[in-house]
């Protein structure tokens, strides 16, 4: 009696591998062919190897958002209002610092700066020519917030498309190209507009 029992688990066991096994070809599958996880949407391939840019405090965007799980509008604000995604201002910051990790070399040169009334001269790491219309109001909902099925609190996934795994970093950096063939290969996968002065004022 014992013999039917080892089978049924053991036909268990194969059916849960397989199941397994199929779902991680499929994930493999998608990341290879560019879709990604986030619904009705295809990021744009394209890589950039550029340098650094040196900011005044190292800022750990992979504590903040991949450990803390801070959504990325909580900062960048004016993203789902506005063309720019916006710095905050250091009194967001001190809101949490004024109690947190006050014992760090980073929050202590925060410190320093919010006491002397002075903000850190962060220097831009994403940028698109002036005679480029990009809005982050729009691509986010597009994106995120018409977008069926896709959730506010996964935004970090659809930043990654323009701006890489931004998450996992410390300084941010620049990682994918922002150029019109990469706007344009985004635009053609995801039905987005081709009309010239969509982008070109």
Not at 60 to 71: A, L, Q, R
Request: glycine content about 6%; overall charge positive.
């Amino acid at each position: 009696m014992a013999v039917p029992h080892r089978r049924s688990s053991r036909y268990f066991l194969m059916a849960f591998a397989a199941m397994v096994l199929g779902i991680f070809l499929a994930a493999s599958s998608a990341w290879a062919d560019g879709s990604s996880g986030v619904p009705n949407a295809v990021p744009p391939k394209g890589e950039h190897e550029g340098k650094n840019v040196e900011q005044p405090i190292e800022f750990p965007h992979n504590i903040h958002v991949d450990i803390n799980k801070i959504n990325c509008m909580y900062c960048h604000t004016y993203a789902r209002r506005s063309k720019v995604a916006g710095i905050p201002p250091t009194s967001k910051c001190m809101g949490c610092h004024l109690v947190i990790a006050t014992d760090k070399p980073r929050i202590k040169k925060l410190t320093e700066y919010w006491e002397k009334k002075e903000p850190p001269r962060w220097k831009k790491v994403h940028d698109v020519p002036d005679f480029v219309h990009f809005t982050h109001e729009k691509h986010l909902k597009r994106f995120v917030f018409d977008n069926e099925g896709m959730s506010v609190d996964r935004v970090s996934e659809v930043c990654a498309f323009c701006h890489g795994e931004v998450k996992k970093m410390t300084v941010a950096h620049k990682v994918k190209p922002l150029n019109m063939g990469f706007c344009a290969r985004c635009h053609e996968a995801n039905k987005g507009p081709f009309d010239c002065w969509k982008c070109h004022k």
